[in-house]
């Protein structure tokens, strides 16, 4: 293989989901490409990490010093969904059932890791309830091991804010999910939140 394909490859295969073989094959589609269109990929790219910014109210990811979710005057301002990755927030918001407002936390509690709560923007998230105004937080963290702690530390922080609602995202099976192949901890929590069929 040539040098500087395998640079390439290196590279591409350093990005999250991206294996040897998906980072070849996106090498050679790049190597295709026309060399006005890899420019433009690549000052895209480096004008994104040099200039992207974080939103000052809610950490998720914006071009401005607030993102144009919590300057929105139309948003439910009284909630807040607090997420683990700016990813989390663009699927919540593909889903356009949810109007509120959120908080991204950059991540969830790891020890493993080195991830403490401190680490997170936990306190921001509580500074904002603090302001008053905010009726529910709605937590919408992933359901791995480390979610649920954080989810457990969240629910502790969130006490001392006795007039705010906190609920969390349900959690269960999944449309389609056959229950042999479904994990205890999922089938767990999908009995603790069973509803009423109508």
Known sequence: MSKLLG???GELSKLPGIG???ALRLAI????MESESVGEMTRSIDRFRREVKY?????????ETVCPIC???????????VVEQVADVLSIENTHQYKGLYQVLG?????MQGISPSDLKIDQLCERIAQGGVREVILAIST????ETTLFYLMNRLRRFPDVKVTAIARGIGFGDELEYV?????????LNRREVE
Do not use: F, K
Request: aromatic letters at 0%; charged letters at 30%.
């Open 20 to 22: 040897r073989r998906t």
């Open 71 to 81: 300057s929105d005057r139309d948003r439910d301002r009284g909630t807040i969904c």
């Open 144 to 147: 791995s091991v480390e979610g």
């Open 107 to 111: 991540g969830v509690i790891s020890p």
């Open 183 to 191: 994990d205890e901890l999922t089938i767990t929590h999908a009995l």
């Open 55 to 63: 939103c000052s109210v809610c950490s998720n990811l914006s071009d």
């Open 7 to 9: 640079d390439v490859v």
């Open 29 to 32: 589609h790049i190597l295709r």
